[in-house]
């Protein structure tokens, strides 16, 4: 066993959102307890490609007594990997990451007879809403309060129209599955086109989704501004916290 660079996890820093796995080609990590964790010393190159991907900056490169990397021991991973993946395809995806976990609530879900006749209203002012679709210069972003929301938020809050919506201009998007830069560069760009009046953020209590607070506070930053910057949190249950 020799030293060799490997790399670190801190745990009391690691929320466990898992957007270091797809980022580690030697599939060397994995989600265990709600920590990311390094499967075997074997499977890590020390090269730290995971490290600009953790929104946490948990993860740091170490030198330490370690097993040599093994690109066998990793090609014989990877290939049982996808066997598994193939095989039992949401087993893999449920335990991934905290906000891949599997919740069946339907026998929670009562019946709302008062509202089933109800007709209610769209607050939605303006297309379209998703953030990489939407023009900084649109015109309907002058003067606006501005609304940025996650993708699950409008399905999971049933008043998201009436305590959200209303009065605001909308954009939507998801932290873990679209490209974080590109968010920032396009909200920089509309926060310094346009004259802001004020931010309201909505995102939901896994942990990746909080990728939109530091995407919306990076923004902020870039744009030279000085802006409030009001955030509700929202449960899987579909309650504010």
């Given amino acids: ?17 898992g957007l270091c796995i797809p980022n580690c080609a030697e599939g060397a990590l994995k989600i265990v307890n709600g920590k990311a964790q390094l499967i075997s010393d074997r499977f890590c190159d020390g090269l730290g490609a995971c490290l600009g991907h ?3 900056d948990a993860i740091i490169i170490e030198e330490r007594e370690a097993d040599d990397f093994n690109e066998e021991a990793v090609k014989k ?15 893999n995806i449920s335990f991934s990451c905290p906000g891949s976990r599997v919740l069946d609530r339907r026998e929670n879900i009562s019946e709302k007879e008062s509202i089933q006749n109800m007709k209610l209203e769209s607050e939605l002012r303006q297309w379209p809403i998703q953030l990489n679709l939407v023009p900084p210069n ?8 501005l609304l940025i929301a ?7 809050y049933a008043n998201f129209h009436s305590d959200f919506l209303r009065g605001k201009t909308l954009v939507m998007g998801c932290p873990k599955f679209d490209d974080g830069e590109h968010y920032i560069e396009k909200l920089t760009d509309i926060l310094k086109m346009n004259n802001i009046k ?17 995407i919306a506070e990076q923004a ?18 579909g309650e504010k916290q």
């Fill in 198 to 214: 004020s931010i309201t953020l909505v995102n939901m209590e896994v942990p990746c989704c909080f990728g939109l607070q530091q």
């Fill in 1 to 17: 066993m020799l030293t060799r660079k490997i790399i670190k996890i801190d745990e009391a820093k690691c929320n466990g959102c």
């Fill in 150 to 156: 996650a993708d699950c938020v409008p399905f999971t």
């Fill in 138 to 145: 649109a015109p309907y972003l002058k003067d606006a309060d």
């Fill in 54 to 56: 953790c929104p946490q």
């Fill in 220 to 237: 902020i930053k870039n744009s030279g501004k000085i802006l409030p910057l009001r955030q509700t949190i929202i449960s899987v249950h």
């Fill in 77 to 91: 991973h990877l290939n049982e990997q996808k066997s598994t993946s193939s095989n039992n395809h949401v087993k």
